[in-house]
């Protein structure tokens, strides 16, 4: 009669596979260390493609520009209606409109300008888009876009930011565009009635 080898000297069952078994073990490090090199490949890889778009935009920006420059000079074009013609177009395509005053949410277009607070002279301008205004997600230093609120087009001003206020910027409002609001039927009804 051949031995029960599942049975101990006391009559007790032993479980015939043990809890982790020595492939188990060896599959989970296997599969652990394969995710982080997979982890690591994945960064490396989106890493590389940033850096590809990033080339390739700076290199349509550059043409893009160029292009603009030699449009205004060929066909006496002003740049600030060129300018503008684009900011109709972006409007139109997300759904925005042109408004005087902006308010918490809006989309301002600005041009720029920073310098320490202890320079006379400020910095080279830049064109800038402000989405959102004032909402959290800050494009530009909290304390700016709070003093872009309440701003009408054309406006001039120049705002301290940083610790203590040692930079400061100059701001020109170009345009302000809010998102159009579309009417719900409950609107609708009370503005007939």
Do not use: W
Not at 116 to 127: D, L
């Amino acid at each position: 009669m051949p031995k029960n080898k599942n049975k101990r000297k006391n009559g007790n069952k032993v479980d015939p596979k043990p809890q982790t078994s020595f492939n188990n073990l060896v599959a989970e490090a296997t599969d652990h260390a394969l995710k982080n090199t997979i982890f690591q490949e994945i960064q490396q890889l989106g890493y590389k493609l940033a850096q590809n778009q990033s080339r390739e935009m700076a290199g349509l920006v550059t043409r893009l520009t160029a292009i603009e420059q030699i449009v205004c000079e060929e066909f006496k074009i002003d740049p600030t209606v060129l300018a503008n013609r684009v900011a109709d177009i972006e409007d139109t395509a997300t759904d925005y409109e042109v408004v005087e005053k902006s308010e918490n949410g809006d989309l301002l277009r600005l041009t720029i300008s920073t310098k320490p607070s202890s320079e006379k002279e400020y910095g080279e301008e830049s064109k800038l888009q402000v989405i959102s205004l004032n909402q959290g997600n800050y494009t530009l230093p909290k304390e700016i876009e709070e003093a872009l609120v309440g701003v009408t087009i054309g406006q001039v001003l120049e705002v301290p930011f940083g610790k203590e206020g040692e930079h400061r910027a100059k701001i020109i409002v170009d345009r302000i565009s809010r998102q159009i609001k579309e009417e719900t039927n409950e609107e609708s009804k009370s503005t007939e009635g």
